[in-house]
C-alpha cells in the first residue's frame, strides 16, 4: 500500500490557483524528491498535505484514510511532520527544550530521554549544544534542530523543506547521509523538495517535476537524472546553490 496518495489537488491563494490537478504517490519506505524552481508551488505542496493550508479540491489519503481536511494535529498524530523552508526554531529557548518541543504529541513521556539521546546520536554537535539558545546556532545547526525536533516525534513520513538552503555542501551532505540513513535503516518515508536537482536526485528513489504549480514529468531519480530536458533546465553546470560534492554516495536501495 502506498503510504501516501494524492489526488487532483489544486491550491488557490485568493483567486489564483498555486497547485492544480496534482497528482503523486509517496510508497512506504521510498524518499520522493519534489523539484522545481522558485515560486513552482513545492512549499505550497508541503504545507497542503501537512493541513496548515486548506486545499480547494482534490484528496490526500495517508495509509489508505483520507485526510486532505484533516487539522494539522491530527496528520502529525497519524505519523506525518513537516520541516518548514525557514526551520520555525524559538531561538530564546535551549536547542533540548526545542527538541523537546518535537515530542509533545506523544503520549508515554518516560523515554524522553532515550529520544534525546538518539536525536544526539545522529547529530553529535547538538550534544555539545544542547544548552545554548538556538537563535545563536549555525544555520546548519539550526537545520539539524529543526530535523531533530521532528523526528522525536517519530513520524512515518517526514516532509522537509529545502534542508539544503544556504548551507555548506559539507553540512547538506551530513544532513542527506542522515535522511538517507533513516529511510534505509528505518524504513521512514521522506518527501524532499529541493531546488538543488542534482542533489536530490542522487539520494532520491523517485522524483517528480513541479512547474507553474503542475507535476510535468515524473519517473525514477536515476530515469530523471538521465532526461534531455531535465538536464537543459535543473541539471545545467552552472546551477547557483549547487553541491557538487560526490560524497554524498549510495542512493537509497
Ligand atoms: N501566502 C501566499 N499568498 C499568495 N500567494 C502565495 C502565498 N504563498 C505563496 N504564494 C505564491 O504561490 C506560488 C508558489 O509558491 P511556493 O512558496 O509554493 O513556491 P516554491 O516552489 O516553494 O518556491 P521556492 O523554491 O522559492 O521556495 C508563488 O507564485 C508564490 O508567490
Ligand atoms: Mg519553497
Not at 549555525?138 to 517519530?154: N, P
Not at 551530513?174 to 521522506?190: C, F
Not at 530515469?223 to 560524497?247: I, K, Q, T, V, W
Amino acid at each position: 500500500m502506498s503510504t501516501l496518495a494524492v489526488r487532483n489537488l489544486t491550491v488557490a491563494y485568493g483567486r489564483v490557483n498555486a497547485l492544480e490537478d496534482v497528482s503523486f504517490d509517496v510508497p512506504q519506505g521510498k524518499l520522493v524528491t519534489l523539484i522545481g524552481a522558485n515560486g513552482a508551488g513545492k512549499s505550497t505542496l508541503l504545507k497542503a498535505l501537512m493541513g496548515s493550508l486548506p486545499i480547494h479540491s482534490g484528496s490526500i489519503a495517508l495509509d489508505g484514510t483520507a485526510i486532505g481536511h484533516a487539522p494539522v494535529v491530527e496528520r502529525v498524530r497519524r505519523g506525518m511532520s513537516l520541516i518548514p523552508e525557514k526551520r520555525a526554531l524559538f531561538g530564546s529557548m535551549r536547542v533540548e527544550d526545542n527538541l523537546l518541543l518535537g515530542a509533545y504529541t506523544r503520549r508515554r513521556r518516560t523515554d524522553l530521554a532515550r529520544e534525546l539521546a538518539r536525536i544526539y546520536t545522529l547529530f553529535p554537535i547538538l550534544q555539545a549544544r544542547r544548552g545554548q539558545l538556538a537563535g545563536t546556532l549555525s544555520g546548519g545547526e539550526q537545520q539539524m534542530v529543526a530535523i531533530g525536533r521532528a523526528l522525536i516525534a517519530r513520524p512515518k513520513i517526514l516532509l522537509l523543506d529545502e534542508p539544503s538552503i544556504g548551507l555548506a555542501p559539507k553540512i547538506v551532505q551530513q544532513i542527506m547521509e542522515v535522511v538517507v540513513a533513516l529511510r534505509r535503516e528505518e524504513g521512514l518515508t521522506v518527501i524532499l523538495v529541493e531546488q538543488n536537482a542534482r542533489l536530490a536526485l542522487r539520494n532520491a528513489d523517485l522524483a517528480y517535476l513541479i512547474e507553474l504549480g503542475r507535476i510535468v514529468k515524473s519517473g525514477s531519480s536515476q530515469a530523471m537524472a538521465d532526461d534531455p530536458d531535465l538536464l537543459r533546465s535543473y541539471l545545467g553546470s552552472a546551477r547557483r546553490n549547487e553541491c557538487e560534492s560526490s560524497a554524498v554516495q549510495g542512493r537509497a536501495a
